[in-house]
């Protein structure tokens, strides 16, 4: 039996990967170069999976790579924990043969960290205990960041820090964004990647001259993918697996998707599985794995319209029919919307948990694929 060729939820890797090849192309280049690169997008978007595809290829050129995860660093201790391990295993091991030399270099630390090898597998962890002064926590980080640009130029080797969701910085320490950018500027030989999801917060930090990232990195936005390439990627998905699709029924996929990557692949997975081996998709099978597509979403959804409240629900109602200029009086008289500044207060909150986004001055849109479908079929 033929496997589902689609593939959402996870990072898309190998031939789950779509197209680009423009973005690939310039990251790569970057990291190479010592660029300083900050990479924002919409959630579900494919930063990650970008830059993971590109990591795989910088490492056959000898670059070596740190990544790490802010999203998994609530405090202090724990962040530090995950930078020692990412530069244990990405840094030191590939330059260091030894275990010993590998390990030594996290011994000088202000804060002397546990170090724990697993007797299974002698995957090597690390343990910062709380309840240090703040002060020696801050320089134990201090000393942990300077590491990958340290080792990189004693052994003449290019490096790339990659820190995701980097906008939780701020909730780790009010001054760890001014603490992080001594360090890194001072480190040429690195190319620090910066991946956000949160808009707002990433455009605060680096292009607000009062904040110590302004206009420290390079700025690449991550759209959708364009149309016609990923036309052609479901075309040769579905044909890998014996079936093909009617370009209509193409047309009817990213029509409703509009190119976003996540939605994208989510809605052909739906659709695929509609479709007998050796039989042609149509857009009687999109609109039936449009059904099942929501069925499966039902409860998040569900979740989405109980969170928000009677102004936020009549928002969202507005925009399913569309992007529109919200704050017009005809628009609010309409949809019997509030005043313009409840109007405003709804589309923060609405915007800061992803379900619109902002097109351009006044004018909004559901962000969240498949939102609008939803409440068309089933908000009360």
């Given at each position: 039996m033929d496997t589902n060729p689609f593939r959402f939820g996870a990072l898309a890797l190998d031939q789950a990967f779509t197209d680009r090849q423009r973005e690939l192309k310039q990251l790569r280049s970057d990291i190479v170069n010592g660029q300083d690169v900050v990479i924002v997008g919409r959630r579900r978007f494919g930063k990650s999976s970008l830059v993971l595809r590109v990591t795989q290829e910088v490492r056959a050129r000898r670059v070596l790579v740190a990544y790490c995860d802010l999203s998994t660093t609530p405090t202090k201790e724990r962040f530090a924990e995950k930078l020692a391990k990412t530069i244990h295993d990405d840094v030191a091991s590939p330059l260091f043969r030894a275990r010993e030399r590998a390990l030594a270099i996290f011994r000088g630390l202000r804060v002397t960290p546990r170090i724990t090898i697993d007797a299974q597998d002698g995957s090597v962890s690390f343990g910062f205990d709380v309840g240090h002064a703040p002060a020696d926590v801050d320089a134990t980080l201090e000393s942990l960041l300077a590491l990958p640009g340290r080792l990189g130029a004693e052994r003449k080797r290019k490096v790339a820090l990659v820190l995701d969701e980097f906008q939780e910085v701020t909730e780790i320490g009010r001054n760890y964004p001014r603490l992080m950018r001594a360090v890194f500027q001072t480190q040429p030989e690195?190319?620090?990647?910066?991946?956000?999801?949160?808009?707002?917060?990433?455009?605060?930090?680096?292009?607000?001259?009062?904040?110590?990232?302004?206009?420290?990195?390079?700025?690449?936005?991550?759209?959708?993918?364009?149309?016609?390439?990923?036309a052609d990627y479901i075309r040769s998905r579905f044909a890998a697996t014996d079936r093909s699709i009617a370009d209509d029924a193409v047309a009817g996929i990213l029509d409703l998707t509009g190119g976003h990557p996540y939605a994208t692949q989510q809605l052909s997975y739906f659709v695929w599985e509609e479709v007998a081996e050796g039989a042609v998709a149509g857009t009687g099978d999109v609109a039936r794995g449009l059904d099942r597509l929501l069925e499966s979403e039902h409860n998040h959804f569900s979740l989405v319209w109980e969170d928000s409240n009677r102004t936020e629900r009549l928002m969202l109602l507005a925009l399913a029919g569309g992007p529109a200029r919200v704050f017009s009086a005809d628009f609010r008289r309409a949809h019997r919307l509030p005043a313009a500044t409840n109007v405003q207060k709804a589309l923060t909150r609405l915007t800061s948990r992803e379900l619109v986004a902002r097109l351009s001055r006044g004018t909004y849109a559901i962000g969240e694929p498949f939102l609008g479908e939803w409440l068309a079929r089933f908000a009360e």
């Open positions: 690195v190319a620090h990647v910066y991946l956000g999801s949160k808009r707002h917060l990433m455009r605060r930090i680096f292009s607000d001259r009062n904040e110590p990232f302004w206009r420290s990195a390079k700025q690449m936005e991550l759209g959708p993918i364009p149309i016609d390439q990923f």
